[in-house]
């Protein structure tokens, strides 16, 4: 299991950005996806999380997330993806994608619970 994040960078507040997860060595609609944060001296948090297709799950989303940010994936390339808008300097972080195999609990379990593959992580940086 792989998983490569992409899209990062730096953004002035109020823009936007969309990181890509490209994962292998397995199918995400098989597996609960999310995307994680962790900002300068802070702990990790969940940002947002998908359910396998089994699951049929609602998306879980941060209250910090929620109105802004869009989870979604792509079958075709086997990645998952944050479409984030309207950044503020608090979105500064670096951006981890994690997955979970089966049991297909739901999105927000495994958002709370923890994932069992991790990324490397993206570094996303917002100016004021």
């Known amino acids: 299991v792989q998983l490569v994040e992409s899209g990062g960078g730096l953004v002035q507040t109020g823009g936007s950005l969309r990181l890509s997860c490209t994962a292998s060595?397995?199918?995400?609609?098989?597996?609960?996806i999310g995307w994680f944060r962790q900002a300068p001296g802070k702990e990790r948090e969940a940002v947002s999380c998908i359910g396998s297709t089994v699951s049929r799950s609602t998306p879980y989303y941060a209250a910090s997330a929620r109105g802004r940010f869009t989870i979604s994936s792509d079958n075709a390339k086997n990645a998952v993806y944050l479409q984030m808008n309207n950044l503020g300097p608090e979105d500064t972080g670096v951006y981890y994608c994690?997955?979970?195999?089966?049991?297909?609990?739901?999105?927000?379990?495994?958002?709370?619970?923890?994932?069992?593959?991790w990324g490397k992580g993206t570094l996303v940086t917002v100016s004021s």
């Open positions: 994690a997955a979970a195999p089966p049991p297909n609990f739901s999105a927000t379990y495994f958002c709370r619970s923890g994932m069992d593959y």
């Open positions: 060595g397995f199918i995400v609609d098989d597996y609960a």
